[in-house]
């Protein structure tokens, strides 16, 4: 029963704390760090209102640091899909029909419950499952979900007062609806919020959403599934399991009820996704919404009028932040020649200037990245640097690495002479930039350049003093970055600032923070009430003459 209008008006930001010597949140994120290290976690899956414990133990263990176990999460299997599907549809009815004002109201306890009792741990959990720094944790984990939760119930709100026009004598109206059947949430390591925004902004919209995290990504992930239970989330409504992708696609995409995929991951993965949705499309009740955000080879180009400091420092940032592993992460960057010796030492003097080590001394600016598999493919693009030559690229700073303790890879600099070097073109996804110096008076082949060398468009940045140059690449690359900045690093999207998302190889550009990614997990239905039926099936115009009018 609907008693009224509800508003939810634009929420403000959550302030990004600073973690500064002696500060309280300093304080008690160390105090927090020091409470995980000391248990040992058992992780079940969520399924229904069930904690599901299958005895199949996964280890979690900080990347920086392999040597201390952190728990084990339950691995699942088909049989938990399945079972995660029926939890799901069953909660369906009951969720989709919940009145919009309780829908919210769950979320934005959950947001508040993160800003204020669970910060830390949010954060605690991020910075020793995923090797993240106190303020990239605070600036994801807290801030980032907290805003995609306040936001989000703000932009449905805004959705739902969108309604047509009545003519004389009836009362047009529309539904947004939830979809029929079940939505796949498939979520990366990276980030915190986005593991925690995929499903829930289909949940809000009354779907009901199977969740599975990336293994990297459990420990923050439970933590955030156990909130939303406190914040009052029905049972089945979201299911966590814990399964590897071919067995989870192989299920949920076979199914009659599957509605829709949420996913951020690897442009490979989301195409081998589309074919098989493809192929399957004469089984499902519905066309699937396919909604995925995929790889980046994002850019820099700095034009002969940028200051030196501004491009070193938004390349010390864009890049080597969070160890590299941003879809948005400046990973190629073109630097015209009157400028480049200049830039080129104070990216040297930056790198050398960096503490690299754990998450707990809040001193490191950069950590371990995720994994053995990613440090191992990383120091092959190295290694094969050193071993060329120098023939098309070169070490300009970094280059090195060791697993004895974690998974450390130096941030590294490579300098590429040939523009189609294969850095400046793959997707590393690590602590890697390639920088290209081109001829300083050759801006504009410059820019086709840029757009011409990858079949990426996630983000990118132009940096210039003269505004000529600043529109001559923003027409330029209008097809070649989702996201683009004007003197700045490539990286930060803000919820509700600058939706995020691009195009081409890197996924549908649903813009994640706004209201076009909540309209694809709704269904609008159109109703007509006439009030006074006509009861006669003749239109004047069939009328004889003799009749009149």
Known sequence: MNLGYFSYPLPANEPVLGYAPGSPERTALKKTLAELKGQTADIPMYIGGNEVRTGKLVEIRPPHETGHLLGHFHAGDASHVTQAID?????????????????AGIFLRAADLIATKYRYHMNGTTMLGQSKNAFQAEI?????LIDFLRYNVHFLSEIYKQQPVSGPGMHNRLEWRALEGFVLAVTPFNFTAIGGNLPTSAALCGNVVVWKPANTQVYSAQMFLRILREAGLPDGVINLIYVDGPTIGEVCFAHREFAGVHFTGSTGVFNAMWKTIGANIPNYRSYPRIVGETGGKDFVIAHKSASPDVVATALLRGAFEYQGQKCSAASRAYIPSNIADEVKRLLVDGVNSFKMGTVEDFGNFVNAVIDEKSFDRIARYIDDVINSGGASAS???????????????????????????????????GPVLTIHVYDAEQYEAALRLVDATSPYALTGSVIAQDREAVVLATQALRNAAGNFYINDKPTGAVVGQQPFGGARASGTNDKAGSQLNLYRWLSARTIKETFVPPTDYRYPFLRGESEGI
């Open 87 to 103: 939890a799901a549809l069953a909660a369906r009815e009951g969720w989709s029909n919940l009145p919009w004002e309780d829908r």
């Open 140 to 144: 994801d984990a807290a801030c980032e």
């Open 395 to 429: 070490i300009l700073v970094g280059g090195t690495y060791d697993k004895s303790k974690g998974w450390y890879i130096a941030p590294t600099v490579i300098e590429a002479t040939d523009p189609q070097y294969v850095t400046m073109c793959d997707e590393i996804f």
